[in-house]
């Protein structure tokens, strides 16, 4: 787990990165920038429990090539979760808040994860954990607002211009932060079409 300092802004940013690509370079870039965060943690899952595993590479190569694409130094690349033998977001988000009292974490996730975020493992618990910051993907623009999680937790949506604040607010908040969007995708990349 990266060293974190109390009082810091630290977005988390997790995923297989099945290969990472400057989709989530982007996500990353505009995360840290709108967020004001003083780190943001590329966290390379072993493997997605709703995902197939036949295609995944192996953890190493993915953590590479994730190292090549964040280049600013902030930018923190870990596989921690296979240390801990973590499976859901939900435990992870519990060790991270367990191991670093006083910093400020906020879930940072692509637009286009809000559909199907309602069938993660205790995706309610997630949400009361962290702040989250729903990063606008091509083709979720519209649709998120349809989310089960978005209309669950409609009352707990905070104002865009209040990103900076966001990693600071008690959990459940969250927010859609509009920005350019980059039509990669890791299943397309696989599969050598551009677009999925």
Known sequence: ????EKGMQVGLFGGSFNPPHGG????????????????????VTPGSPLKDTRELAPLAERIRLSRAIARDPRMKVTAFE???HVRYTAD???????????????WVMGA????????WQRWRQIAMTFPIAVID????????????????FAYARVDESDAPRLARMRAPAWTFIHGRRSWLSSTAIRNGTKRP
């Open 82 to 84: 296979a240390s801990y």
């Open 137 to 152: 993907r091509p083709g979720s623009t519209l649709s998120f607002l349809s989310s089960v999680v978005a209309k669950t």
């Open 112 to 119: 286009d994860n809000l559909r199907d975020f309602h069938h």
């Open 92 to 106: 992870t988000l519990a060790l991270i808040k367990a191991r670093n009292p006083g910093v400020d974490f906020v």
């Open 1 to 4: 787990m990266p060293h974190v």
């Open 24 to 43: 989530h370079a982007l996500v990353a870039e505009i995360a840290m920038r709108r967020l004001r965060l003083d780190q943001f943690w590329w966290m």
